[in-house]
C-alpha cells in the first residue's frame, strides 16, 4: 500500500504483532553477544549459562500458565507449536483413532494441519460457530465419537478476538476421554489462563503477539496424565526428543520476559486496554450510524475491536486511512479481497470491516485520533457515494472485564 505520509502511522495492529517491549530486549542482548553459548555444550561455562538462562526462561512462561517449567518445550513459533500438537498428538495415537475435531474460525495454522492430515487419512470434524464465533457445546459432544483422539480449539480468535468457553471445552474434553490441544497465541498474557483449571492438555503460546520476539514460541504438553506425541523434526535429540535443533537462545530469553512482565502486568493492561477499546467504540459507533461491532459483546479479548461498516468500500477505506496501521479482518489473508474464513463462518458479508488491535504502547491521544480519523473517512467515503441504506447501531459493548 502507497505510504503517503512522513509521520509513522499509529501502531493499531497489536494482533498481527507486537512491538518488543524494550525490557524484553535489554533481557535479551547479552545472550548474542557475551552469553553466546550453546545451550547444550555440557563441558563448558558458555553452554551453562545459555542452558541457565533457557531453564529460566521455562520456568517463566510455565509460571503465567500455571504449568510446571518440564511440561513447556520451545519452538519457532505457535505455528509450530500447533504443527506439533496436531501432528504428533494425531500420529502418536492413529492405531487408536484417526478422527479429530477443530472448528471454523481456527488460525490456518490448526486448519492447514488438519487438512494435511486428512491427506493422510485422518477425518477431521469441523464444527461451525454462532453468529458471535462461538462453537455449540452440544455439537462438540455430539461430534466426539470413540476415534477422536484430540480436538484443537483456540482460546481466543486472531480477528474478532471472541474467547472461547474454555472451561467448559475442557470439562467436556475430559469427560469423554479425549485430548485437548488450545491456541492460545492471542490469549497468553491477555487473559488470565490457568492449565490446571482449564483442563487443557496442549496449549501453544507466539513470543511476539505478547511482547516477545519473532521466531520464538512455545508448546505445552501435560505430564500428569501424561500426554504422548510423536516429534515432528528429528535431529539432535533436544527438548526432551521432541523438538530437535539448537534453541533459539536470546528468543528464548525474551519470551521468558516477555511472560514475566505479562503475569505481572495483565490485570491492570486489560482493564486499561478494556478502556481504550470503549473509547474507540464510542468515539465511532457514536458518530456514525451503521456500524456493526464483530465478535462476541463481552467474552473477547480486552484490546481487540472488530469493525463492519455499511455503505463503504473496505480497499478504500483502508486506503483512505494511511495514517492508522489497522488491519482489515486477519493479516494472514489481506491482500486478496476475499472476506476472511472468521468473517464468513460468522455470517458477516458487510463490504468493509476493520480489526483494531490495541496494545501496551498505544495511548488515549492516540485511540482519539483514530476514532476522529475513522468517522471522518467513513463520512467522506458515503458521502461520495450517495446515500446509503438507514442503518441502526448495536448495542454499547458491556463491561471489559474479560
Ligand atoms: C499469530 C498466531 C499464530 C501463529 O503464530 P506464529 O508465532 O506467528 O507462528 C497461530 N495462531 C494464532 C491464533 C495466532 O494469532
Same mark, same amino acid.
Given at each position: ?6 509521520? @509513522? ?5 497489536n +494482533? ?8 524484553v530486549?535489554?533481557?535479551?542482548? @547479552? ?13 563448558h561455562?558458555?553452554? !551453562?549459562?545459555?542452558?541457565?538462562a533457557?531453564e ?5 512462561? =510455565? ?9 513447556i518445550?520451545?519452538t ?7 504443527? +506439533?500438537?496436531?501432528?504428533g ?5 492413529r ?6 475435531i477443530?472448528? =471454523?474460525v ?6 492447514d ?18 453468529? !458471535?464465533?462461538?462453537?455449540? +457445546? ?8 470413540g ?9 481466543a480468535?486472531?480477528?474478532i ?5 474454555l472451561?467448559?471445552i475442557?470439562? #467436556?474434553? /475430559?469427560?469423554?476421554?479425549?485430548? !485437548? ?8 498474557g ?5 492449565v490446571?483449571?482449564l ?18 514460541g ?10 504422548r #506425541? ?5 535431529g539432535?535429540?533436544?527438548? /526432551?526428543? #521432541? ?10 530469553v ?19 486496554l ?6 474507540? !467504540? ?14 462476541? @459483546? ?8 472488530? #469493525? ?12 483512505a486511512?494511511?495514517?492508522?496501521a489497522?488491519s482489515?479482518?486477519?493479516a ?5 479481497a ?30 482519539e ?9 467513513v ?11 438507514a ?12
Amino acid at each position: 500500500m502507497l505510504r503517503r505520509m512522513s509521520a @509513522p502511522p499509529i501502531y493499531l495492529d497489536n +494482533l498481527a504483532t507486537t512491538q518488543v517491549d524494550p525490557r524484553v530486549l535489554e533481557a535479551m542482548l @547479552p545472550y548474542f553477544t557475551r552469553h553466546f553459548g550453546n545451550s547444550a555444550s555440557a563441558t563448558h561455562a558458555f553452554g !551453562w549459562t545459555a542452558k541457565e538462562a533457557v531453564e529460566q526462561a521455562r520456568a517463566q512462561v =510455565a509460571a503465567l500458565i500455571g504449568a510446571v517449567p518440564q511440561e513447556i518445550l520451545f519452538t519457532s513459533g505457535a505455528t509450530e507449536a500447533d504443527n +506439533l500438537a496436531l501432528k504428533g498428538v494425531a500420529e502418536f495415537h492413529r492405531d487408536r483413532g484417526t478422527h479429530l475435531i477443530t472448528c =471454523a474460525v481456527e488460525h490456518k495454522a490448526v486448519l492447514d494441519c488438519c487438512r494435511r492430515l486428512e491427506s493422510r487419512g485422518f477425518q477431521v470434524t469441523l464444527l461451525p460457530v454462532d453468529r !458471535w464465533g462461538q462453537i455449540d +457445546l452440544e455439537q462438540l459432544g455430539a461430534a466426539i465419537t470413540g476415534k477422536t483422539t484430540l480436538i484443537s480449539l483456540m482460546a481466543a480468535n486472531n480477528e474478532i478476538g471472541t474467547i472461547q468457553p474454555l472451561r467448559e471445552i475442557g470439562a #467436556l474434553a /475430559r469427560e469423554r476421554g479425549v485430548l !485437548w490441544h488450545c491456541d492460545a497465541a492471542q490469549a497468553v498474557g491477555k487473559i488470565p489462563l490457568e492449565v490446571g483449571a482449564l483442563g487443557v492438555d496442549l496449549l501453544s503460546i507466539s513470543g511476539h503477539k505478547l511482547y516477545g520476539p519473532k521466531g520464538v514460541g512455545a508448546l505445552y504438553v501435560r505430564r500428569r496424565p501424561r500426554v504422548r #506425541l510423536l516429534a515432528q523434526l528429528d535431529g539432535g535429540g533436544q527438548e /526432551r526428543g #521432541l523438538r530437535a535443533g539448537t534453541l533459539n537462545v536470546p528468543g528464548i530469553v525474551g519470551l521468558g520476559m516477555a511472560c514475566e512482565l505479562a503475569r505481572q502486568e495483565l490485570e491492570v493492561e486489560a482493564l486499561r486496554l478494556g478502556a481504550l477499546r470503549q473509547q474507540l !467504540w464510542e468515539g465511532i459507533a457514536g458518530s456514525l450510524s451503521g456500524v456493526e461491532l464483530n465478535g462476541h @459483546p463481552t467474552a473477547r479479548l480486552p484490546g481487540n475491536l472488530h #469493525l463492519s461498516f455499511a455503505g463503504v468500500d473496505g480497499a478504500q477505506l483502508l486506503l483512505a486511512l494511511p495514517d492508522l496501521a489497522v488491519s482489515s479482518g486477519s493479516a494472514c489473508t489481506s491482500g486478496s479481497a476475499e472476506p476472511s474464513h472468521v468473517l464468513k463462518a460468522i455470517g458477516q458479508q458487510a463490504p468493509a470491516s476493520l480489526r483494531f488491535g490495541l496494545g501496551r504502547f498505544n495511548t488515549e491521544a492516540e485511540i482519539e485520533t483514530a476514532a476522529v480519523r475513522v468517522v471522518a473517512e467513513v463520512s467522506r467515503l458515503r458521502g461520495r457515494a450517495g446515500d446509503h441504506p438507514a442503518l441502526h447501531h448495536e448495542p454499547a459493548l458491556t463491561g471489559s472485564k474479560n
